[in-house]
């Protein structure tokens, strides 16, 4: 069975950092790309960041150059470092993966990150 | 970069109804590249539609996907109760390599 399960979400006061995990089993992790993707409280959802199996990596422009995304496919984990936070990144960050870079075959349960003082 | 506009907002409808969800692209895309998503309350998004047509694992044949182009659509022959949810379209985009989702269409019980 694919399991996804995040951890590392939490209260963060605005300028800080977190960083997000993602634990995968029951598929080969290497071959897959991996991204994480966000909802805001009662919005829609929101692209965050990929990372290809070779490990290329993409983002948003809304988080670039703040978020980096990484993987340890000798672990089986997806990871998101997460800097400089705003008020405005206060959200559900989901885990997802897929055989293919088109879309998203699985997803985790989410880990909520809220970014206030 | 692509825009995904999905319409209606909101879709009312009793059980047994069609549901018919809209999503239009600012650009053309690749039917390959165009996926939906089912999210119900406090749940992740399932996937439920592929390459604009094409179920996936486990999706009951009453969900179906056409277009090309810049208009898709997902239908929903027959509404069940476990169907009210909702549904947002998403595209890949090679350039730049970004990923895209559409707004949302609520389907709730009329």
């Known amino acids: 069975e694919v399991q996804l399960v995040e951890s590392g979400g939490g209260l963060v006061q605005p300028g800080g950092s977190l960083r997000l995990s993602c634990a995968a089993s029951?598929?080969?992790?290497?071959?897959?790309?991996m991204d994480w993707v966000r909802q805001a409280p009662g919005k829609g959802l929101e692209w965050v960041s990929m990372?290809?199996?070779?490990?290329?990596?993409y983002y948003a422009d809304s988080v670039k150059g703040r978020f980096t995304i990484s993987r340890d496919n000798s672990k089986n984990t997806l990871y998101l470092e997460m800097n400089s936070l705003r008020a405005e990144d206060t959200a559900v960050y989901y885990c997802?993966?897929?055989?293919?870079?088109?879309?998203?075959?699985?997803w985790g349960q989410g880990t909520l990150v809220t970014v206030s003082s | 970069e692509i825009v995904l506009t999905q319409s209606p907002g909101t879709l009312s409808l009793s059980p047994g109804e069609r549901a018919t969800l809209s999503c239009r692209a600012s650009q053309s895309v690749s039917s390959s590249y165009l996926a939906w998503y089912q999210q119900k309350p406090g749940q992740a998004p399932r996937l439920l539609i592929y390459g604009a047509s094409s179920r996936a694992t486990g999706i009951p044949d009453r969900f179906s996907g056409s277009g090309s182009g810049t208009d898709f659509t997902l239908t929903i022959s027959r509404l069940e109760p476990e169907d009210f949810a909702v549904y947002y379209c998403?595209?890949?985009?090679?350039?730049?390599?970004?990923?895209?989702f559409g707004g949302g269409t609520k389907v709730d019980i009329k």
């Open positions: 998403q595209q890949y985009g090679s350039s730049p390599r970004v990923v895209t």
């Open positions: 997802a993966g897929g055989v293919t870079r088109y879309y998203f075959d699985f």
């Open positions: 029951g598929f080969t992790f290497s071959d897959h790309y």
């Open positions: 990372v290809y199996s070779g490990g290329s990596t």
